[in-house]
């Protein structure tokens, strides 16, 4: 008799036209985590990474929920575990990855599954998502970034009283402190996400990899490093320019400059 086969919880699909999506799906659970998923979704994006068919990578969750956290019937497995093991880490692994990550944020985000979100490169919310932090309220320690990007994303002030009060953060307030790029209605979400998407694959996709990593590089950085950072890569990038490089990249600016500006996202 045939053992029915696993659910599979971290989906990915990959589209020709350069756009892969992930999927964290498990709906019934508010798509809590457990460590498999964990798991899975790492490797989902190392994947990605190395795929060079894929320009850009859309990240959402299925149901009511973008990512409830880790499912705390597992946690000891979660929290006690080799948490230095950067191949199972989905989060490391959305921040080694070269290719532009969209977070479409539906329903809710909370802590582990804010984290997730605060390591996308963009963050498209349908009306009614919230980004709750409950470390604090159900004493957990965070270790994916939480402490320490959403301060200098909204600013530290309504960082501590995100974190230290659990108060949701809603895609409206998010859109309004820097958070959210653009708040749509839910049935607008994927749309948003794949129009973002569609806009960046039609630039050099060489430099939309080296200028997300300067800006993600940059960020961990004070202002004077990362301005000699930026002058540093620049100039690695045109010393490894041949004559014929520059001289398709002039034309392709004169030839640009005769048409009418593209339309704004």
């Known amino acids: 008799m045939d053992q029915p086969k696993p659910e599979n919880l971290i989906l990915m699909t990959r589209e020709p036209n350069g756009i892969a999506y992930v999927t964290i799906n498990r709906p019934r659970s508010l798509n809590s985590l ?54 199972s880490d989905p989060v490391v692994q959305m921040e080694l990855c070269r290719k532009p990550i969209i977070g479409a944020i539906s329903g809710f985000a909370v802590t582990a599954g804010f984290e997730i979100a605060l390591a996308c490169d963009v963050l498209i919310a349908a009306k009614g998502a919230k980004f709750i932090d409950t470390h604090a309220r159900f004493g957990i320690f965070p270790s994916w970034g939480l402490s320490q990007k959403l301060a200098r994303i909204i600013g530290p002030n309504r960082a501590r009283e995100a974190s230290l009060t659990a108060t949701p953060v809603t895609a409206e307030q998010g859109e309004r402190w820097g958070l959210v790029n653009h708040v749509v209605e839910e049935g607008e979400l994927m749309k948003k996400a794949q129009e973002v ?31 000699a950072l930026e002058k540093e890569r620049g100039h690695e990038y045109y010393k490894g320019m041949s004559k014929e490089q520059f001289k398709k990249m002039q034309e392709f600016i004169a030839g640009r400059g005769s048409k009418k500006p593209s339309s704004k996202l």
């Open 34 to 87: 457990t460590k498999s998923m964990m798991t899975d979704m790492a490797r989902a994006f190392k994947s990605l990474d190395r795929d060079e068919s894929v320009r850009v990578v859309i990240l959402s969750g299925s149901g009511r929920a973008f990512c409830s956290g880790i499912d705390l019937t597992t946690a000891e497995d979660v929290f006690k575990g080799d948490v230095k093991d950067i191949e």
């Open 197 to 227: 998407a569609l806009a960046m694959i039609k630039n050099n996709q060489d430099l939309v990899l080296r200028y997300k990593s300067v800006i993600n590089d940059g960020l961990k950085l004070d202002l004077g490093n990362a301005l």
